[in-house]
T-cell receptor
Framework: AQKITQTQPGMFVQEKEAVTLDCTYDTSDPSYGLFWYKQPSSGEMIFLIYQGSYDQQNATEGRYSLNFQKARKSANLVISASQLGDSAMYFCAMLSGSGNTPLVFGKGTRLSVIA | NAGVTQTPKFQVLKTGQSMTLQCAQD?????MSWYRQDPGMGLRLIHYSVGAGITDQGEVPNGYNVSRSTTEDFPLRLLSAAPSQTSVYFC?????????????FGPGTRLTVL
């Protein structure tokens, strides 16, 4: 079975500092994709970054990067130079490549950026 | 493109009432799904569809029905609303099931059952 674990219910970070949000996953399928979504207080789900299981390099999108450690089954999100607007819930999610395995979400981490 | 649209944005029901949450997408996506979001639980899959005429159950399907008569629409029906169904409901779509496809989310419907 596919599972995503986010062990940090809440995190605080000082403005302009970097922060790492943890995500570990479990799947027996060799083909899978890992996603991070941001959910601000307004409620919408915003796609941030994607990492494929066969990708050789860690994904980056602007201030977001994904620290992908396949052997440890971890896909941590790194946000550099935090901004007040980064305060939100962050969800890690996984799609597996075989069978009826839709997107599986972790429980999320609430990030608060402090001025 | 409007993307994924959901109606209504807010709804209050009494216990036992029925209603349909609407979801539509204009991106010709085969795959559509419904999630509910409860505090501390993340998003949990209710039902999903891999194409018109094909639906399947997710993690929490009880009390909900779906149908997919067209590629564009994927309504979620609450048969007899219960307070436990108070939640925020998200509809999502993507081109096809597979590990390399971003899912696009609708804005959500906030449902309260009294």
């Amino acid at each position: 079975a596919q599972k995503i674990t986010q062990t940090q219910p809440g995190m605080f970070v000082q403005e302009k500092e970097a922060v790492t949000l943890d995500c570990t996953y479990d799947t027996s399928d060799p083909s899978y994709g890992l996603f991070w979504y941001k959910q601000p207080s307004s409620g919408e789900m915003i796609f941030l970054i994607y990492q494929g299981s066969y990708d050789q390099q860690n994904a980056t999108e602007g201030r977001y990067s994904l620290n992908f450690q396949k052997a440890r089954k971890s896909a941590n999100l790194v946000i550099s130079a935090s901004q007040l607007g980064d305060s939100a819930m962050y969800f890690c999610a996984m799609l597996s490549g075989s069978g009826n395995t839709p997107l599986v979400f972790g429980k999320g981490t609430r990030l608060s950026v402090i001025a | 493109n409007a993307g994924v649209t959901q109606t209504p944005k807010f709804q209050v029901l009494k216990t036992g009432q029925s209603m349909t949450l609407q979801c539509a997408q204009d991106m010709n996506h085969e795959y559509m799904s419904w999630y509910r979001q409860d505090p501390g639980m993340g998003l949990r899959l209710i039902h999903y569809s891999v194409g018109a005429g094909i639906t399947d159950q997710g993690e929490v399907p009880n009390g909900y029905n779906v149908s997919r008569s067209t590629t564009e629409d994927f309504p979620l029906r609450l048969l007899s609303a219960a307070p436990s169904q108070t939640s925020v409901y998200f509809c999502a779509s993507s081109y096809y099931r597979g590990p390399h496809n971003e899912q696009f989310f609708g804005p959500g419907t906030r449902l309260t059952v009294l």
